[in-house]
């Protein structure tokens, strides 16, 4: 089979720390590396700190070159990425994709609008013209509940670290460093009890990938899970 994979960093594999401050990805350690292993063809277009809505418009472009594919996996991340990128960020798109996120005041309602604002794009612009059958897996950022209301997404995995981690709760739906954060809340003034709720629950989450072996440097898989992921999806469908 042929399979399109877009996505963040954790749509490229393990990664590792270098110099101490660094990161890099492992190569042969993702997703893309066990499905071609299996005798399945790849084509991988995830992005080191990559937006949701930008690795789909890239996906649309790539996809009108080429879209002889049997299926897309699309490593979803952290919905705050889009409202850097693209509603401060992108003055062009980015009133088009999210026309009513200026009205919005309560930051978990604005974070649910930018995830469902993408999967409308996922279904109207793309899965409608090019009718390829879609799995999305949680990563950085967890999947909307309201995803179960589009065609476009065949198989689902809400939140692939909930899994790895054995949670019986949900993990937050972003993950930002704080420099980014702190330009998100200082332009758009949410309400301060949810920044610190939000911020809690970040921190929880990273020390539990901070001990946790799946996730060697604390912030990606580890590439045996992947692994597992592939053969995973090749019995799902």
């Known amino acids: 089979m042929k399979f399109f994979i877009l996505g963040d960093s954790w749509g490229r594999g393990e990664w590792q720390i270098v110099n101490s401050t660094n990161m890099e ?6 997703l893309d590396y066990y499905l071609q292993q299996m005798g399945h063809i790849v084509h991988n277009v995830s992005a080191g700190s990559a937006c949701n809505f930008g690795q789909l418009r890239h996906t649309y472009w790539q996809l009108q070159e080429n879209s002889n594919y049997d299926y897309i996996i699309w490593f979803h991340t952290e919905p705050v990425r889009d409202i850097v ?23 978990y309602e604005a974070t649910k609008y930018i995830n469902d604002c993408n999967y409308k794009f996922a279904q109207e612009t793309i899965y409608k013209e090019f009718k390829i059958p ?86 990606h898989v580890v590439r045996t899970e992947y692994e597992k992921l592939a053969h995973r999806i090749l019995k799902l469908i």
Do not use: C
Not at 88 to 93: G, K, M, Q, S, V
């Open 134 to 219: 879609w799995i999305v897996i949680g990563g950085v950022g967890r999947l909307e509940d309201s995803i179960d209301d589009f065609e476009f997404a065949k198989y689902k995995i809400y939140s692939w670290p909930e899994e790895l981690l054995n949670l019986d709760y949900k993990l937050p739906s972003n993950q930002m460093h704080w420099h980014r954060w702190e330009e998100v809340f200082s332009i758009f003034k949410y309400n301060k009890q949810q920044v610190l709720e939000e911020l809690s629950a970040v921190a929880n989450y990273q020390k539990l990938a901070k001990i946790s072996p799946l996730f060697p440097d604390h912030m």
């Open 25 to 30: 990805v492992v190569p042969n350690t993702g």
């Open 85 to 107: 990128e693209h509603v401060i960020n992108d003055h062009i798109d980015g009133p088009k994709q999210y026309p009513n996120f200026q009205n919005i005041k309560d930051f």
